[in-house]
């Protein structure tokens, strides 16, 4: 008999699925304003909720119609190299809906927090070097 000893097992990175109402309003905030895109979509017919996979870089992020995978209002942390860039970026893209500012925490990260349209929240951050 084969048993798989834990200390052979390792985690990878894991895939968020966020909540999602209205396709345009996800893709406007997503893939224009946040500059993500579109990997893949799925729906198990044409009048079904949307299911779809989103990336920047190494970050992928599900984002799901199906009102059983998922509560809206979920948070998530995004680590990214050069927030600042990634902040000014953001803001010269005029979005009406979000002018998000750049923070210095208590626990040495710069953060950029937004609200997508469906209550998610995502908080881009930089580790500061003392």
Known sequence: ??????SESRMKSSTPILRVFDEEKAKEFYLTYLGFKLDWEHRFEMEMPLYMQ??????????SEHHGDCCPGAAIRIEVENI??????????????????IEKTPWNT??????????????FLESIQN
């Not at 008999?1 to 834990?6: A, C, H, K, P, Y």
């Open 1 to 6: 008999m084969n048993i798989l000893n834990i």
């Open 84 to 101: 600042g860039l990634f902040h000014s970026n953001l803001l010269s893209k005029k979005y009406k809906y979000s002018r998000p500012g």
């Open 110 to 123: 710069q953060e950029v927090s937004v609200l997508d349209p469906f209550g998610n929240r995502i908080v």
């Open 54 to 63: 989103i990336s920047n870089g190494s970050c992928i992020i599900h984002l």
